[in-house]
T-cell receptor
Framework: EDQVTQSPEALRLQEGESSSLNCSYT??????LFWYRQDPGKGPEFLFT???AGEEKEKERLKATLTKKESFLHITAPKPEDSATYLC?????????FGSGTKLNVKP | KAGVTQTPRYLIKTRGQQVTLSCSPI?????VSWYQQTPGQGLQFLFE???????NKGNFPGRFSGRQFSNSRSEMNVSTLELGDSALYLC????????????FGPGTRLLVL
């Protein structure tokens, strides 16, 4: 069964304390892996697309990496404004499968 | 380019009523997907439309239906509303050229009383 699992469910960090979020997947026919950021009451905001194992993408304090079984979203020296829920999604054939998200809280 | 727009943004209905939600995709995007998001279930896929045809469907009852118009705008309808239908309904569009990213709208918050 196609499945996307994100961990941890929630993460509290102090400002400047780097960490990583995990997205593991078991799907057939992976065509792409996507990271989104979602603020409360808003639609998910696109961050990255990764297509193949070994690929990496960066944007400001965020860096996404992909292996054959999982993806990591590394957050370097986070700031309070990075607080949000981070969603991972996988495109398998023509269907998107979303994880349940990691709720990140960065304290000043 | 303007982003994905959804109307209305907020809606309050009572059980048994029906509701229609609207989504306008990014210009040039032909694929529109709908999702239901609740705190307990996360993002659940409802259906996807491409060139006015339903291409994929999630595991929701027949009370949930949708359609897409020739200009790629899409509507979603929920009939005989239940309390459990209270959720944030999200629309996402993509251009569907190969592996394409979905871009989300702000959502419609539906409350069923």
């Amino acid at each position: 069964e196609d499945q996307v699992t994100q961990s941890p469910e929630a993460l509290r960090l102090q400002e400047g304390e780097s960490s990583s979020l995990n997205c593991s997947y078991t799907v057939s026919g992976l065509r792409g892996l996507f990271w989104y950021r979602q603020d409360p009451g808003k639609g998910p905001e696109f961050l990255f697309t990764l297509y193949s194992a070994g690929e990496e993408k960066e944007k400001e304090r965020l860096k996404a990496t992909l292996t054959k079984k999982e993806s990591f979203l590394h957050i370097t020296a986070p700031k309070p404004e990075d607080s949000a829920t981070y969603l991972c999604a996988v495109l398998s054939f023509n269907k998107f499968y979303f994880g349940s998200g990691t709720k990140l809280n960065v304290k000043p | 380019k303007a982003g994905v727009t959804q109307t209305p943004r907020y809606l309050i209905k009572t059980r048994g009523q029906q509701v229609t939600l609207s989504c306008s995709p990014i210009s040039g995007h032909r694929s529109v997907s709908w999702y239901q998001q609740t705190p307990g279930q996360g993002l659940q896929f409802l259906f996807e439309y491409f060139s006015e045809t339903q291409r994929n469907k999630g595991n929701f009852p027949g009370r949930f239906s949708g359609r897409q118009f020739s200009n790629s705008r899409s509507e979603m309808n929920v009939s005989t509303l239940e309390l459990g239908d209270s959720a944030l309904y999200l629309c996402a569009s993509s251009s569907d050229r190969g592996v394409e990213t979905q871009y989300f709208g702000p959502g419609t918050r539906l409350l069923v009383l």
